[in-house]
Antibody, heavy 119, light 110 residues
Framework: EVQLLESGGGLVQPGGSRRLSCTTS????????MNWVRQAPGKGLEWVSG????????YNTDSVKGRFTITRDNSQNSVYLQMNSLRADDTAVYYC????????????WGQGTLVTVSS | SSVLTQPPSVSVAPGKTASVTCGGD??????VHWYHQKPGQAPVLVIQ???DRPSGIPERFSGSKSGNTATLTITRVEAGDEADYYC?????????????FGTGTKVTVL
């Protein structure tokens, strides 16, 4: 059974940093691209970052470029999102999601972890 | 970056057909994926690559595309289909590649 489990959410002050983790099981992790998608309270979905299976190539949405970094550890079947210089508008539930490649549909999702940026 | 426009809401009676549209520049040249999301839950992929239905998704769900508009069609609508629906594409630009979700449509079953 494919499973994705996010962790690392919580309350962080503006300008602070947070590292999210997504631990997976039930599939050959290195064969799949991984994505982070966020959803602000009461709002729609926003794709944040993506990384290919080897980890060699990453992409980010414009609003997080220079602040967020996606990485993966295929030996640990995990993907990470390092978030720096956090702002109030980064407050959201952050989901990790699997795709066959970047550009394919996101076929499995975690349950999400809430990041709240507030003083 | 690309903007994908969806109607904010669609209402449909049980047993009838609901259509959710997704419009955007150059969408005709992109693969469109569709998700539904119920309150408090993670999204679920219901259509990928314009019209392909993932395993476990009922045949009542179908996708199509014409010009710069993609459409998700739900036939024989059930109460359990009430959810928010989002389209998604992967956009390739001269500056960078990225993914974009539509603005979302709340489907209400009357």
């Amino acid at each position: 059974e494919v499973q994705l489990l996010e962790s690392g959410g919580g309350l962080v002050q503006p300008g602070g940093s947070r590292r999210l983790s997504c631990t997976t099981s039930g599939f050959t992790f290195s064969l799949y691209a991984m994505n982070w998608v966020r959803q602000a309270p009461g709002k729609g979905l926003e794709w944040v970052s993506g990384i290919i299976g080897s980890g060699d190539t990453t992409y980010n949405t414009d609003s997080v470029k220079g602040r967020f970094t996606i990485t993966r550890d295929n030996s640990q079947n995990s993907v990470y999102l390092q978030m720096n210089s956090l702002r109030a508008d980064d407050t959201a539930v952050y989901y990790c999601a699997r795709s066959w490649k970047l550009g394919s549909g996101l076929d499995y999702w975690g349950q999400g972890t809430l990041v709240t940026v507030s003083s | 970056s690309s903007v994908l426009t969806q109607p904010p809401s669609v209402s449909v009676a049980p047993g009838k057909t609901a259509s959710v549209t997704c419009g955007g520049d150059n969408i005709g040249s992109m693969s469109v994926h569709w998700y539904h999301q119920k309150p408090g839950q993670a999204p679920v992929l219901v259509i990928q690559h314009d019209s392909d239905r993932p395993s476990g998704i009922p045949e009542r769900f179908s996708g199509s595309k014409s010009g710069n508009t993609a459409t998700l069609t739900i036939t024989r609508v059930e109460a359990g289909d009430e959810a928010d629906y989002y389209c998604q594409v992967w956009s390739r630009t001269s500056s960078s590649d990225h993914s974009v979700f539509g603005t979302g449509t709340k489907v209400t079953v009357l």
